[in-house]
């Protein structure tokens, strides 16, 4: 099972809106609503902001969304601040009853 | 407090066995799917395994098919992990987490316990 497609790297300004988006195939993110997104901070575990692709865990910012069209997810973080700044993973559950990470991302607050 | 606390890891040579476990607490174990997630050094995470709250049901990702058992102890509120054949690219920190739902597995983990490093090296 191939890794979900993210971007390297997304840069955006305090106060700014960013998307990450997280695409994958009609076998995983197409196929199901199952997709969840972690932020990691270095060297801590990660911590989940959104799950079935839109819900937000209690305690977390209204500040983060998910949505997805067809293939692909997409995360976003309105009125960025500088706390943001770290790792973003998407996950999608797949066919073959396994789940699958994208590459991650790297989130810079300017 | 809901807590998940890894043990088990450390330095093993190629071809070796390691067994990791998870402890849990504050919360009713045998409620919930549990998977184990790595993350090679310096790279991004990868979903290991998963097992139901019963322990009936078993998922593994392709790399570690045959080689790696998920298994957990409701009585002990303890999961496990059985690495065997262990290879120089199982090199990471393994996380144990929690489904953020009762019921059928969703990879929407919202526990995650401090991680324990294994390192397969000769």
Known sequence: ??????????????????????????SDVGGY????????HPGKA?????????????????????????????????????EDEADYYCNSYTTNSTWVFGGG?????? | EVQ?????????????????????????????????????PGKGLEWV???????YSTYYADSVKGRFTISRDN???TLYLQMNSLRAED????YCAKECVVGAPRGAFDIWGQGTTVTVSS
């Open chain 2, 4 to 40: 998940l606390v890894e043990s088990g890891g450390g330095l093993v040579q190629p071809g070796g066995s390691l067994r990791l476990s998870c402890a849990a607490s504050g919360f009713t174990f045998s409620s919930y799917v549990m998977s184990w997630v790595r993350q090679a």
């Open chain 1, 46 to 82: 990660p911590k989940l902001m959104i799950y079935d692709v839109s819900k937000r865990p209690s305690g977390v910012s209204n500040r983060f969304s998910g949505s997805k069209s067809g293939t692909t997810a997409s995360l976003t973080i309105s009125g960025l601040q500088a």
């Open chain 2, 75 to 77: 009585s002990k509120n």
């Open chain 2, 49 to 55: 395994s998963a097992i139901s709250g019963s322990g």
């Open chain 2, 91 to 94: 090199t990471a920190v393994y």
């Open chain 1, 105 to 110: 991302t790297k989130l810079t607050v300017l």
């Open chain 1, 1 to 26: 099972q191939s890794a979900l497609t993210q971007p390297a790297s997304v840069s955006g300004s305090p106060g700014q809106s960013i998307t990450i988006s997280c695409t994958g195939t009609s």
């Open chain 1, 33 to 40: 609503n199952y997709v969840s997104w972690y932020q990691q």
